[in-house]
């Protein structure tokens, strides 16, 4: 099947099963129930990283699997900071953004993705975009638990930094 046969094909099986769950939303009062408690922006974004995800799957493009991890992440932060009020966390949060590059090239992996993605290379990418949501979350208050002793968290970043310039070939 050619590449424009496939994506006709996608494109409408992904409208008819859209009018489906409309038109069930319409007349079963449950499903609009649940509709309604799922209607909030940041659900809509996740509607569209499983859309991104869905899509990469029936064209056969595993490679998909990084954007749709990447607004996932971001729909994710957004509703956790839409269910707290926590808007100042976007200060440190958005360093979590590499991380979900991280997770998508594990994911696009795991799909038969591109030999170019390696585990090693998505874990050290969740390993810094974590170490960095760390520091700047301490950096910026929102780890008060630190309290006087973020620093060390430098130090120590630095130190497993210099030690990895060792082991890696």
Do not use: H
């Amino acid at each position: 099947m050619n590449n424009n046969r496939r994506s006709s094909l996608t494109l409408g099986v992904i409208l008819v099963v859209l009018g489906g769950i409309f038109i069930a939303a319409n007349l079963i009062p449950s499903v609009a129930a649940v509709f309604q408690q799922m209607n909030t922006w940041p659900m809509i974004i996740e509607a569209v990283a499983l859309g991104l995800l869905l899509l990469g799957l029936v064209i056969r493009v595993p490679d998909m699997a990084v954007p749709a991890t990447i607004v996932a992440g971001i729909g994710g932060i957004l509703w956790y900071q839409n269910l707290t009020g926590d808007w100042k966390s976007w200060a440190y949060i958005w360093a979590l953004i590499p991380g979900f590059v991280g997770v998508g090239m594990l994911l696009a992996k795991v799909l038969g993705g591109w030999d170019r993605y390696n585990a090693a290379d998505a874990l050290s990418t969740i390993g810094t975009s974590l170490i960095l949501f760390i520091i700047f979350g301490a950096f910026f208050g929102g780890f008060t638990w630190l309290g006087p002793y973020w620093p060390l968290l430098l130090i120590a970043a630095g130190i497993l930094i210099a030690i990895r310039s060792f082991i890696r070939k």
